[in-house]
Structure formats: structure tokens, C-alpha cells
């Protein structure tokens, strides 16, 4: 049987219970219809991939200066493989419509780098400020941990009403533990839009 987190709570994905070889992050969600809104609902999955400190060290290729979080260590629209070929999402479905995951992010956890020790799992509404969307708007999330047999191992769910005025989230965390992983409901909303805005608030 699956194992139905609360926020804050964690379960252990040992190996002898699981085949981590290659597992499913998936995750779903309802956008509610509003005739008032023009704008499509657009909620996009990111991956941070952190050291033993909780903190993104390779931001990316540097352009003029900046880096641009490209070919680094966060997996997002515009750079939808890891370096390490390791971990990677699946797609973009903007509005959530249909049963099952709306995005997935697949990782190989068994073969991850040893110097990524947390793995943070990030959901934003894309332009949710300019076009007054926010998670209250959004029923039956879900994020869940499904090894390569299809076997759900973990399941963390929320209702979007406690969520007015936040258009981001941490949604859930793996963590490295000796030769298992933690995942972790986490659920903290933020009222900014970009999942940047987290990344530099919570993990550099």
C-alpha cells in the first residue's frame, strides 16, 4: 500500500522494499475555470539538485555575465535534462486537463552523483501575479513516488483553498539517507510567481 504523507511528515524508500532504479515523480492537479480569466492556466514543474548543505552549487552556463541556470543544476522548462543524465522532466501540460500525472520528472536515484544529497521538487503558476491566479484556484494536487515496477511508494496531497495568494511552492523534497532516500511533504507556498525567487531564498 502507498503511503499517504501529511505536510511535514516523511517515509523512507529503502532499497529492499523498492526498485529505485528508475523512479516516477509525478504529479497532478485541477485548475478551477473562471469565464472572468482570459489567460490559460500554465503550472510548471522544477527540480532543485542540492549538496550536502541544502544549496544548488552549479547555476548553469554564464551569459554576459549572469548565469542562466542552463546545463546546471536545476531542471526546468528550458533545460529539461541534467548534466548528469540522471534525472529529467517529461514535458510541459499546461492546464492539468485528464486523469493521472500531468507532468512527470524521472530520476535514476540509485545512480545520482554522490554530491547531491536533497533533490527539491518546485511548482509554479506561470505568470499567476499578471493574471490573478493563485493555488487557491488549483483542486486535487497531488505530487507521488512511483519506482520502475509502477509501484506507488508515497503520495502527498493538498487542497489549494489555504492557498490564497501563493503562485509557487516547495512541494516536496527527496533527501539522501546512507543507501535509502527520504521523501518529504514540504507544501511551503510563496506568494512570488518564479520558482528563482525560491531558489534564492531557500536554497543558495
Same mark, same amino acid.
Given at each position: 500500500m502507498p503511503?499517504?504523507?501529511?505536510k511535514?511528515h516523511?517515509?523512507?524508500?529503502?532499497?529492499?522494499?523498492?526498485d529505485?532504479s528508475?523512479?516516477t515523480?509525478g504529479?497532478?492537479?485541477d485548475c478551477?475555470?473562471?469565464?472572468?480569466q482570459?489567460?490559460?492556466?500554465?503550472?510548471d514543474?522544477?527540480?532543485?539538485l542540492?549538496d550536502?548543505?541544502r544549496k544548488?552549487k552549479?547555476?548553469?552556463t554564464?551569459q554576459g555575465?549572469?548565469?542562466?541556470?542552463?546545463?546546471?543544476d536545476?531542471?526546468?522548462f528550458?533545460?529539461?535534462?541534467h548534466?548528469?543524465g540522471q534525472?529529467?522532466?517529461?514535458?510541459?501540460n *499546461?492546464?492539468g486537463?485528464?486523469?493521472?500525472?500531468?507532468?512527470q520528472?524521472?530520476?535514476k536515484?540509485?545512480?545520482?552523483p554522490e554530491?547531491y544529497h536533497?533533490i527539491a521538487f518546485i511548482?509554479?503558476?506561470y505568470?499567476g501575479?499578471?493574471?490573478g491566479?493563485?493555488?487557491?484556484g488549483v483542486n486535487?494536487a497531488?505530487?507521488?513516488?512511483?519506482?520502475?515496477?509502477? *509501484?506507488?511508494?508515497a503520495r502527498?496531497?493538498l487542497?489549494?483553498?489555504q492557498f490564497?495568494?501563493?503562485c509557487?511552492?516547495i512541494?516536496?523534497e527527496?533527501?539522501?539517507e546512507?543507501?535509502a532516500?527520504?521523501?518529504?511533504?514540504?507544501g511551503?507556498p510563496f506568494?512570488s510567481?518564479?520558482?528563482?525567487h525560491?531558489?534564492?531564498e531557500?536554497?543558495?
Amino acid at each position: 500500500m502507498p503511503i499517504s504523507l501529511k505536510k511535514g511528515h516523511g517515509v523512507s524508500l529503502q532499497k529492499k522494499d523498492y526498485d529505485l532504479s528508475l523512479v516516477t515523480i509525478g504529479l497532478g492537479w485541477d485548475c478551477i475555470e473562471d469565464s472572468s480569466q482570459s489567460a490559460e492556466w500554465d503550472l510548471d514543474v522544477i527540480a532543485f539538485l542540492c549538496d550536502s548543505n541544502r544549496k544548488v552549487k552549479d547555476l548553469g552556463t554564464v551569459q554576459g555575465g549572469k548565469p542562466t541556470l542552463l546545463n546546471g543544476d536545476v531542471v526546468f522548462f528550458n533545460s529539461l535534462k541534467h548534466k548528469s543524465g540522471q534525472i529529467w522532466l517529461t514535458g510541459d501540460n *499546461r492546464t492539468g486537463e485528464g486523469d493521472g500525472d500531468d507532468e512527470q520528472i524521472i530520476v535514476k536515484l540509485d545512480t545520482i552523483p554522490e554530491q547531491y544529497h536533497l533533490i527539491a521538487f518546485i511548482v509554479q503558476i506561470y505568470q499567476g501575479i499578471k493574471n490573478g491566479q493563485d493555488f487557491s484556484g488549483v483542486n486535487n494536487a497531488f505530487i507521488r513516488a512511483v519506482d520502475k515496477t509502477g *509501484r506507488e511508494m508515497a503520495r502527498f496531497e493538498l487542497s489549494g483553498s489555504q492557498f490564497t495568494k501563493s503562485c509557487s511552492m516547495i512541494f516536496a523534497e527527496l533527501t539522501r539517507e546512507n543507501n535509502a532516500w527520504k521523501f518529504s511533504a514540504v507544501g511551503e507556498p510563496f506568494a512570488s510567481d518564479s520558482f528563482v525567487h525560491i531558489l534564492k531564498e531557500r536554497y543558495l
